[in-house]
């Protein structure tokens, strides 16, 4: 299964995005990916993907919890509603209405919008190993990337020294140029990518020669990342404020770690709960007995009751993972417990279960 994308990523607003500023976003995206104005299963996605996005950062409760857990907020019980989302609040009611109101309505209507206002930089990916007690328990690890900063020597801008970027003639700085055409709903317009400045609203004739023209530079540094208690193989810790520049004054992204858990000896994990074996003998089966058990927190003692049988689970309780929301809450511990058969004895051993087996009534 594709990872899912940043939300702020998908609606292409920075994450101290107002309200209004997400319902804008989503507006321009759906109508855009609608199935009936984009019947293309491209389309479709990103229209289910941006209905998604919407439906958690309109939400102040569910924003909170992806801005400090990001998608592991939601990878038990989802995010509510119909495949993931929720089309009956936070608006969205609103949104269609005005939606299917440009669509069916006689026409569509759209404004110019430019495109060389402030834009969130991209996020940035790497990832991370930690052992099995590590993600358990939480650690600090440091990882080391390539950062890229804006240039002392051109400000950022890309131009020479004495140089200016120009204006974009065929869009006139707005990143953007509108076609239209002729549809089943009538004329419809379409807001593309200008092919002249590439969406930038602005062309360097003159490059800096540090740059290249890109106003970053790009160094090497060491970031320090803390990985919470109870995190599991394949989720991402959120760095604010790591991943790409912005643009024209934007926010940086973004630094998203995906954790990667290495394999315990001993323990096995589903969830918050943790389950392994503990050998027992014999004797202690049959006569039960304390017995030493390994957990996650070190060894505890047990009370094996008389005529224990193999295969016999017991549950440690809060001996598991903590929640990863939630450290204070912990999972389970089960332990499945194996009677060991000695397969080498001596004279007098053999010779005691002997004994055993006659006072049992049975024939050797």
């Not at 004054?249 to 630094?255: F, K, P, S, V, Y």
């Not at 055993?356 to 050797?364: D, H, I, K, R």
């Amino acid at each position: 299964m594709a990872e899912k994308r940043d939300y702020y990523e998908v609606l292409g607003v920075a994450k101290d995005a107002s309200d209004a500023d997400l319902k804008k976003a989503y507006r321009q995206l759906a109508k855009k990916y609608h199935p009936d104005v984009n019947p293309s299963e491209e389309a479709a996605e990103k229209f289910k993907e941006a209905s998604e996005a919407y439906s958690i950062l309109s939400d102040p409760d569910k924003r909170r919890q992806y801005d400090q857990f990001g998608h592991a907020a939601f990878a038990n019980g989802g995010a509510g509603g119909f495949g993931g989302f929720d089309f009956t609040g936070s608006g969205m009611g609103d949104i269609f209405g005005d939606l299917f109101g440009d669509l069916f309505g006689g026409g569509t209507r759209y404004s110019q919008r430019a495109n060389n206002g402030p834009m969130r930089g991209a996020n940035v990916r790497t990832s991370v190993n930690v052992s099995f007690e590590e993600a358990v328990f939480g650690c600090e690890k440091e990882i080391e990337l390539n950062f890229r900063e804006m240039c002392e020597t051109c400000h950022g801008t890309g131009a020479k020294e004495g140089t200016q970027p120009e204006t974009c003639s065929r869009c006139n700085g707005t990143g953007r140029v509108i076609q239209t055409q002729q549809s089943i709903f009538g004329m419809m317009q379409t807001e593309t990518v200008c092919p002249e400045c590439r969406g930038q609203g602005r062309i360097i004739r003159e490059k800096c020669p540090e740059c290249h023209g890109s106003g970053y530079k790009t160094k090497r540094i060491k970031i320090k990342v803390q990985i919470p208690a109870g995190i599991d193989n394949g989720m991402s810790v959120r760095v604010r404020d790591k991943g790409e520049p912005g643009t024209n004054g934007g926010a940086r992204g973004d630094l998203l770690v995906e954790v990667r858990v290495s394999r315990h000896p001993l323990f096995q994990r589903n969830d918050t709960d943790l389950y392994s074996t503990a050998a027992v003998s014999f004797a202690k089966a049959a006569l039960g007995g304390k017995i030493q058990i390994k957990t996650i927190d070190g060894d505890v003692e047990y009370e094996v009751k008389a005529g224990t049988e193999t295969d016999t689970r017991i549950r440690l309780r809060g001996k598991g993972v903590p929640a990863v929301n939630n450290p204070k809450r912990r999972g389970d511990h089960y332990v499945t417990l194996v009677v060991q058969v000695p397969k080498k004895m001596n004279r007098a051993q053999k010779e005691a279960l002997k004994k055993y087996a006659e006072a049992m009534g049975e024939t050797l």
